[in-house]
């Protein structure tokens, strides 16, 4: 039952009585006591005089026609409410002859109206340029009384939702507060003696900035990096030694998989089998090469270069790299003579593939990849996997879906709730074993509405299409004659007009009965998309429709615009 606030909002043309109004009768106010001073006398309107200023009628109407109710209510309806008063326990209610509030003894009967919550699958709106929705692009909504809730606004959100309107950047792109900005390798250099910075290096996945234009210690190195905005990233960190080494060329001895052993998973100056030959000395410009001057840096530096590595069995320095000799060496920490060349790196995601139909990555569209000269691991193609990974390009089917081996293919659409005035949309139809969709959104052609259910989403379905005429029968209740295997010979295997259809057993009387399963009332028709019935006028072709006003079976043309439903 509803309370007196709500049974307010169902007043018109009556300020003192409407929602908010001056009387002050309220439930979420705590304003129930009849003996309190509420000024009673402002809880109605004399609806004579009000129809005397709204129709310039001076006599004294007998029927007020509703005028005081938004469903039209007149003045011999007086609805009660849950709202419990301290006169004996009665309950408020309001009378639509003078849109009054006042009391109803609880010793009689009263009239009343039931309140419920209205729910509906809203589309979302305002998703930006070069974004994708995250997960759904329709969220369920529930009016509260004054408004839909949620709201059907996108936001950005990198955590998926069902239940509001999010969204993400597409692979490459990164949000910038207002917009989905380009932020794709494909826009960066490739890393060189000539490129620009940042750069990138695909052969190990990295980004590298600009040399900072001072050398420092190792300490500032960090804060550096860490601090640094160049291109758009800010995400920068000075790199592990078997990043820097990465930027090695040219000396086989200490490129990445050189005979070097100092990496990352390899530190201690004695342990790695450090040695001068193999991770120095062999490639100096003026010795090993005989002479000949050789660039070692992919970028062309000369001199010391840091890394954030530190010897494991002398903490007090870190590797580094020096680019005049191809020269792994460690560096001191804290000396001054110590001072080095810094620049920053930056791993960077690359996007994840082959995300099949009716599916959603689990929980990443894009990885860190980690390469070396053969490879880059891990994959960026998609698997299924239902456990969630930020490290492996993973995917996971929709709710309702489950995966084949192959693809996601709708596990169980028992699941969906039985079809009736009342269901969320899609619906399961249990007798005839067909889901189905929302009423399409507008009157629309044959055509368009062919098209819309082609490309329509909804509830994370895909494989929508309009109904057959015995399909679209299904949904006919109430009248034998046009039920499926009624009098009417229409059906999906006989579709002449000629032969199959007699008017009188192809329908019932109109308005004595609610004839469809979706609805509570008649409604127009819903057009099917079995074969044409031939040319019923010249220059007209038309399809079997169903006008669910009389459960009428009948023609309608292809060249008007009509009701349509979607079905799978």
């Not at 000949?292 to 002398?314: T, W």
């Not at 870190?318 to 000396?335: M, P, Y």
């Not at 879906?401 to 969906?416: G, Q």
């Amino acid at each position: 039952m509803p309370t007196i606030d709500e049974l307010r909002t169902l007043i018109q043309n009556c300020p003192d009585t409407e929602p908010y109004g001056f009387c002050k009768i309220s439930d979420d106010a705590g304003t129930l006591s009849y003996y309190d001073d509420l000024d009673m006398w402002r809880c109605d309107c004399y609806w004579k005089d009000e129809w005397t200023q709204q129709t310039g009628k001076d006599e004294f109407a007998n029927d007020n026609g509703g005028y005081y109710s938004k469903i039209g209510d007149d003045q011999n309806v007086a609805l009660c409410s849950s709202s419990v008063s301290d006169y004996g326990g009665d309950l408020w209610g309001v009378g639509f002859g003078l849109a009054n509030i006042g009391i109803t003894s609880l010793k009689e009967g009263a009239t009343i109206r039931c309140v419920g919550s209205y729910s509906r699958q809203k589309q979302c709106e305002g998703l930006p340029e070069n974004a994708s929705w995250n997960v759904f692009s329709s969220i369920p909504q529930t009016w509260n009384g004054s408004s839909w809730q949620p709201g059907d606004a996108a936001s950005y959100n990198e955590k998926p939702s069902d239940t509001e309107c999010r969204f993400i950047c597409n692979p490459g792109y990164k949000w910038d507060g207002s917009k989905c900005a380009l932020h794709d390798l494909k826009e960066i250099s490739e890393c060189s003696h000539e490129s620009p910075t940042p750069c990138y290096d695909s052969a190990s996945g990295l980004v590298w900035s600009t040399k900072a234009p001072y050398e420092m210690l190792h300490y500032d190195a960090v804060d550096y990096c860490d601090n640094l905005v160049e291109g758009g990233y800010s995400d920068w960190h000075l790199p592990t030694i078997s990043e820097l080494r990465t930027l090695i060329q040219n000396c086989r001895w200490t490129v990445t998989g050189g005979d070097c052993r100092i990496t990352d998973d390899c530190l201690s100056s004695t342990a790695c089998e450090y040695s001068y030959s193999q991770c120095g000395n062999d490639c100096n410009s003026t010795g090993g090469n005989g002479g000949i001057y050789v660039i070692y840096s992919r970028f062309g530096d000369e001199g010391d270069f840091l890394s954030s590595s530190k010897v494991a069995d002398y903490p007090d320095d870190v590797w580094g790299v020096n680019f005049d000799k191809a020269q792994i060496r460690a560096f001191g920490t804290d000396e001054v003579y110590h001072k080095a060349s810094v620049r920053c790196v930056k791993k960077v995601n690359v996007p994840c593939t082959g995300l099949p139909e009716n599916a959603v990555w689990n929980s990443v569209s894009s990885i860190l990849q980690t390469c070396d000269e053969t490879s880059c691991q891990p994959s960026t193609a998609g698997v299924y996997n239902e456990t969630p990974s930020k490290t492996e390009c993973r995917f996971k089917c929709y709710p309702g879906y489950m995966w084949n081996d192959s693809k996601c293919t709708l596990k169980n659409p028992e699941a969906l709730s039985e079809c009736s005035p009342e269901s969320p949309l899609p619906c399961r139809d249990s007798s005839s074993g067909l889901v189905w969709s929302a009423n399409l959104p507008e009157l629309m052609s044959f055509e368009e509405a062919f098209d819309y259910c082609d490309n329509l989403v909804e509830g994370v379905i895909s494989d929508w299409r309009l109904p057959t005429i015995g399909e679209l029968r299904t949904l006919i209740v109430n009248c034998p004659a046009s039920e499926p295997g009624g009098e009417c010979g229409v059906t999906d295997d006989c579709l002449s007009r000629d032969e199959c259809w007699i008017l009188r057993n192809c329908k019932c009387r109109s308005g004595e009965a609610a004839y469809s399963k979706f609805y509570s009332k008649s409604v127009s028709e819903a057009i099917s998309s079995a074969s044409k019935t031939g040319k019923i006028e010249s220059g007209f072709e038309n399809v079997w429709c169903i006008d669910f006003k009389d459960a009428r079976i009948t023609s309608c043309s292809l060249e008007y615009e009509q009701n349509f439903r979607c079905v799978r």
